[in-house]
């Protein structure tokens, strides 16, 4: 007879319910959702052998919840993980297309550098690219052109937008593409020439109302920028998703002002597709900025008063997971150096060269990390973090292979959106005795 045990990956959370006590499962792994009786969960742990309720015990199996006693799980995670960044199904790209910045922001993770993709070295990134884009085959691409500020460089990203998109609308393959920018420099004009080739949304960083983010994100005069970026925001309302992303201070009171930002664009009637809130990280060097994550409450603050103004949250499982531990995500440096962070230096960890392709030596390199027996044997949150940040892990640790752990701060928000969820599924009325979400 086989003996069952909870899987080290499942969460299990106790749910309020006036009908009868639940307890809602959540396997970080497999993203399974399950809301079960309590009593049946109890039983099930105490005595794993009692077929009780066979087809509970096959349907808890089969979701990954409860595993048969000895199997290493460890292993599974390893397995799981191979698929997991080794899948080619979608392509991505960020493209450094200059290094240049018409901002001096203070908390910049980067330092700005005279440097700016040509247009040969665009046109040899996109050969190498759609090499790969050719022999993976992805159902769809996704690019991100970012900087500096990018569009000190626009006609290098309509260029290159261009190549790849006309390249997978020949050979079906959905393409999108989007710019990550200030905001100073948006017209109209130069998004409806992007529109035409690909480009699905922009992404515009904000610190606040104008007197806390004309402090941090000033120009590289001093001057102010917050008005400017809003008005340039109205000329683009209604012709493409606005993106914006709010980055705070978590060490200072300064976020409990973000809400007039949120009201001052509302009054301005901008069309905001998405509002994402983060923390401002640390810096190699000296930052007066090294608050970290900080309180999680600050960020579960912004977004329930972001929700209160209609801008609708992202309320799925958080995720830590660091892009250089994924095989189908590129980062194109100015130069063509294939590096493996944005938020690393010109040429910095490169690992490969667009004219030359990937050197797999260097490559293995970046690839060794090893993870602590806490992290990679005991930690139930490991899948959807593996490790985190591999940036920060070089800021505060000297080494990119390092971990960024901030295993309380995303367990604060896992519990949140397993409760929420739950209470999404209790909201149907249904009378429920093991309910798969769906």
């Known amino acids: 007879m086989a003996f069952f045990k909870k899987s080290r990956f499942t969460v299990d959370i106790a749910v309020e319910n006036s009908r009868e006590a639940l307890i809602a499962l959540y396997q970080t792994m497999t ?13 099930i742990l105490s005595d794993p052998v009692a077929p009780a309720d066979p087809a509970a015990i096959d349907m808890l199996c089969d979701q990954g919840f409860l595993v048969k006693e000895g199997v290493d799980e460890t292993i599974v995670f390893e397995n799981w993980k191979q698929q997991y960044v080794h899948d080619f199904s979608t392509l991505r790209s960020k493209v450094l297309v200059t290094r240049k910045c018409n901002n001096r922001c203070r908390y910049c993770i980067l330092d700005p550098e005279a440097r700016e993709m040509s247009p040969d070295t665009a046109r040899a990134m996109d050969r190498f690219y759609i090499e790969i884009i050719q022999e993976k085959n992805p159902q769809r691409v996704e690019d991100d052109y970012l900087g500096g500020e990018p569009l000190l460089n626009s006609e290098i990203i309509l260029e290159s937008a261009a190549r790849r998109f006309y390249y997978c609308l020949g050979r079906g393959i959905e393409y999108g593409f989007t710019i990550t920018t200030n905001g100073t420099l948006l017209r109209p004009s130069m998004i409806s020439g992007m529109k035409e080739v690909g480009l699905t949304g922009i992404r515009v960083s904000l610190a ?31 012709l493409i998703p606005i993106n914006i992303e ?4 978590s060490g200072a009171l300064d976020f409990l002002s973000i809400p007039e930002m949120l009201d001052d664009m509302g009054e301005r009637h901008i069309a905001i597709e998405n509002i994402t809130f983060t923390p401002i990280l640390a810096r190699r060097g000296e930052s007066p900025y090294d608050s970290g994550m900080g309180d999680p409450k600050i960020l579960q603050y912004l977004m329930q008063e972001a929700e209160k103004r209609g801008y609708l949250q992202d309320r799925e499982a958080p995720s830590n997971t660091c892009m250089a531990d994924f095989r189908a995500r590129f980062v194109f440096d100015t130069d063509g150096s ?25 490559e293995s390199q970046l690839l060794k990390r090893r993870l602590p027996d806490r992290c990679l044997n005991k930690c139930p949150i490991l899948p959807i973090c593996m490790g985190g940040c591999r940036m920060q892990a070089l800021v505060h640790e000297k080494d990119f292979n390092g971990v960024d752990c901030h295993y309380n701060t995303y367990r604060f928000f ?21 309910k798969k979400a769906a």
């Open 414 to 434: 896992l519990e949140d959106y397993i409760r929420q969820r739950a209470s999404a599924v209790l909201s149907q009325g249904e009378n429920i005795r093991l």
């Open 208 to 238: 606040g109302p104008a007197p806390v983010h004309d402090f941090l994100r000033p120009s590289k005069n001093n001057g102010k920028t917050y008005d400017l970026i809003m008005e340039n925001l109205q000329a683009v309302s209604g």
């Open 338 to 362: 294939i590096i493996p962070c944005p938020s690393l230096q010109g040429g910095e960890m490169a690992y490969g060269h667009v004219t030359k392709g990937i050197d797999f030596v260097s």
């Open 31 to 43: 993203g399974a959702f399950i809301l079960i009786p309590e009593k049946t969960w109890s039983y």
């Open 246 to 249: 709010c980055q705070y201070d």
